[in-house]
T-cell receptor, first 112, second 116 residues
């Protein structure tokens, strides 16, 4: 029972590099989302998806892209990494509207 | 717009004593409220939720929370704290969804320290 799986767990990037954070869920959940966690700021929504082929922006979308070609996968792309994107990134999924979200273990990203 | 406030960055309590972690919220409709816990270098684990019905909800590990609509609060409580309860706690809210894209909004988190 894998739940929500994120890879990699840790990553160091140089400013200007691009990369993709992977997220996969095996619960057939419709809704998936990406959050970033910064000290004292809780988790802030970056992008989300309500189903395959449908994505939308959250609170802090600049510098990130997403796509949802399948129900299971929801990758987050950093187009040109900046030090301000140093953070811990969490992927989450949920099923019906009144249920709780399930979170991955997180990816700790450092941009130098 | 929806928002959540956790007024305390840290709560200190002695083992065996009751604990309360505070949360207040703001939504335009009826709230769906959640508490999550995060242990060091781990993801968020679901503790409990309020959707509708009884204002006192019980969750995992002996935690409970009381929904108070007039005070727009959803405080997390436990009658007797354990050292192992030490962690970072997040309150989150979602407005009664008028559209499918309504996602969670989180508070800033409260670090709970339980001392032996």
């Amino acid at each position: 029972n894998a739940g929500v799986t994120q890879t990699p767990k840790f990553q160091v990037l140089k400013t200007g590099q691009s990369m993709t954070l992977q997220c996969a869920q095996d619960m057939n959940h419709e809704y998936m989302s990406w959050y970033r966690q910064d000290p004292g700021m809780g988790l802030r929504l970056i992008h989300y998806s309500v189903g395959a082929g449908i994505t939308d922006q959250g609170e802090v979308p600049n510098g990130y892209n997403v796509s949802r070609s399948t129900t299971e996968d929801f990758p987050l792309r950093l187009l040109s990494a900046a030090p301000s994107q140093t953070s811990v990134y969490f992927c989450a999924s949920r099923g019906q509207l009144n249920t709780e979200a399930f979170f991955g273990q997180g990816t700790r990203l450092t941009v130098v | 717009a929806q928002s959540v406030a956790q007024p305390e960055d840290q709560v200190n309590v002695a083992e065996g004593n009751p604990l309360t972690v505070k949360c207040t919220y703001s939504v335009s409709g009826n709230p769906y409220l959640f508490w999550y816990v995060q242990y060091p270098n781990r993801g968020l684990q679901f503790l409990l939720k309020y959707i509708t019905g009884d204002n006192l909800v019980k969750g995992s590990y002996g935690f409970e929370a009381e929904f108070n609509k007039s005070q727009t609060s959803f405080h997390l409580k436990k009658p007797s704290a354990l050292v192992s309860d030490s962690a970072l706690y997040f309150c989150a809210v979602r407005d009664t969804p008028q559209n499918a894209g309504n996602m969670l909004t989180f508070g800033g988190g409260t670090r709970l320290m339980v001392k032996p």
